[in-house]
């Protein structure tokens, strides 16, 4: 069975500072998708990245940046000088086709993040 | 840019009502998707479907069923509404491209008295 563990539940920084948010995964699969989603307190669940299995390579995008680690199964997200926009639910997900023909989202449980001013 | 949409932001709704959400996509998607997310258990697929007229029974499909006649809408109805099912729904779709990333909408929080 897939699976995702996102430990932190809730984390807090100060404005300015970085920080880390943890996903570690758990598949049988040879070729799967990695995701990150932000969920804002308006509720819309906002698509960040996709990654595949045979691609490696660290991503940044501005202040975001990306980890995605064969060995450990994991994917972190790094938030650089975080703002208090950045304020919201952070979902890792994992696609598998586990029924019919379309891929499925299996989510992790979320890490709320508070920035604070 | 993808653009999903929900029929209400916010729904009231009597218990054993017949409720209709209703979700369109512009993207000409082959997929669409039902959750729903509620505080402690997270993101739940009720159904998907991946063509017009198809569907497939998600992680928790009772209590509800869905339709697809147009490939840009798909409706979640709950047949008999019922206080559990008090939530919020989001709808999601995908194409086989891009390794099937789901573009979401903005949610419907439904409130079944």
């Known amino acids: 069975a897939q699976k995702v563990t996102q430990a932190q539940t809730e984390i807090s920084v100060v404005e300015k500072e970085d920080v880390t948010l943890d996903c570690v995964y758990e598949t049988r699969d040879t070729t799967y998708y990695l995701f990150w989603y932000k969920q804002p307190p308006s509720g819309e669940l906002v698509f960040l990245i996709r990654?595949?299995?045979?691609?490696?390579q660290n991503e940044i995008s501005g202040r975001y940046s990306w980890n995605f680690q064969k060995s450990t199964s994991s994917f972190n997200f790094t938030i650089t000088a975080s703002q208090v926009v950045d304020s919201a639910v952070y979902f890792c997900?994992?696609?598998?086709?586990?029924?019919?023909?379309?891929?499925?989202?299996?989510f992790g449980s979320g890490t709320q993040l508070t920035v604070l001013p | 840019d993808v653009k999903v949409t929900q029929s209400s932001r916010y729904l009231v709704k009597r218990t054993g009502e017949k409720v209709f959400l209703e979700c369109v996509q512009d993207?000409?998607?082959?997929?669409m998707f039902w959750y729903r997310q509620d505080p402690g258990l997270g993101l739940r697929l009720i159904y998907f479907s991946y063509d017009v007229k198809m569907k497939e029974k998600g992680d928790i499909p009772e209590g509800y069923s869905v339709s697809r006649e147009k490939k840009e809408r798909f409706s979640l109805i709950l047949e008999s509404a019922s206080t559990n099912q008090t939530s919020m729904y989001l709808c999601?779709?995908?194409?086989?491209?891009?390794?099937?990333?789901?573009?979401f909408g903005p949610g419907t929080r439904l409130l079944v008295l």
């Open positions: 993207m000409d998607h082959e997929n």
């Open positions: 999601a779709s995908s194409d086989i491209d891009f390794g099937e990333t789901q573009y």
């Open positions: 997900a994992l696609s598998e086709v586990r029924r019919g023909s379309a891929r499925q989202l299996t």
């Open positions: 990654r595949n299995s045979f691609d490696e």
